[in-house]
């Protein structure tokens, strides 16, 4: 191992729950990521946002959660939630 190798951050080898899906939903289109997990339950991942084709914004998780699919969920479910609080804003 060379002296670049020790300082370069150590690799998780355990990771697990990656995941990608992509859904729309009231004219926007999300991408969801895991990310990856832990051993201790430990899960992250985003979600991006775009409406017509321009990006918006992205949510972001990193919690606990027994798996992968209930992470998937929990960044869908704040997706929906983000778009529907935006198109109220816009009716307002």
Partial sequence: MTSA????????QG???????????QGWKVKVELDGGSSEGIV????????QS?????????????????AMQALAR????LIDQRQLQGND
Avoid: T
């Avoid at 704040?78 to 939630?81: F, V, Y």
């Fill in 44 to 51: 992250s991942g985003h979600a991006d946002l775009f409406e």
């Fill in 15 to 25: 990771a697990i729950n990656k995941a990608l899906h992509d859904f729309d939903y």
């Fill in 54 to 70: 321009r990006f918006v914004c992205r949510v972001m998780l990193s919690a606990r959660h027994r798996d992968g699919s209930s």
């Fill in 78 to 81: 704040k997706a929906r939630e």
């Fill in 5 to 12: 190798d020790r300082k370069l951050a150590p690799v998780d």
